[in-house]
Nanobody, 121 residues
Framework: QVQLVESGGGLVQAGGSLRLSCAAS?????MGWFRQTPGKGREFVAT????????GYADSVKGRFTISRDNGKKSVYLQMNSLKPEDTAVYYC?????????????????WGQGTQVTVSS
């Protein structure tokens, strides 16, 4: 099972930006970002195929967030712009054994520990 470590979370004002990073212990296929708030289930945010040629986003973040990857560095990134207070959550990186985009939690096999993102109004 691949080990995943997220970084880059923090506190930012509404309208600001953050870039999350996820470092994997081995080469990976499809990668994704999810988020979770207290009392709610894990919510899909973005996914990227193993080649980086295909991406998918939740409607709530389209046009504001961008997922990318650097396979040479075994890393995936989430650039978050125009942040809103409702984006506040713990963000998780996940790895799938699939090669196409995957938008559901059961499609992922490995998860990071999460990084907190807090957006103040």
């Amino acid at each position: 099972q691949v080990q995943l470590v997220e970084s880059g979370g923090g506190l930012v004002q509404a309208g600001g930006s953050l870039r999350l990073s996820c470092a994997a212990s081995t080469r990976t296929f499809t990668m994704g970002w999810f988020r979770q708030t207290p009392g709610k289930g894990r919510e899909f945010v973005a996914t990227i195929s193993w080649s980086g040629g295909s991406t998918g986003y939740a409607d709530s973040v389209k046009g504001r967030f961008t997922i990318s990857r650097d396979n040479g560095k075994k890393s995936v990134y989430l650039q978050m712009n125009s942040l809103k207070p409702e984006d506040t959550a713990v963000y998780y990186c996940a790895a799938s054994n699939s090669k196409g985009v995957v938008t559901t939690t059961p499609g992922y096999d490995s998860w990071g520990q999460g990084t907190q993102v807090t957006v103040s109004s």
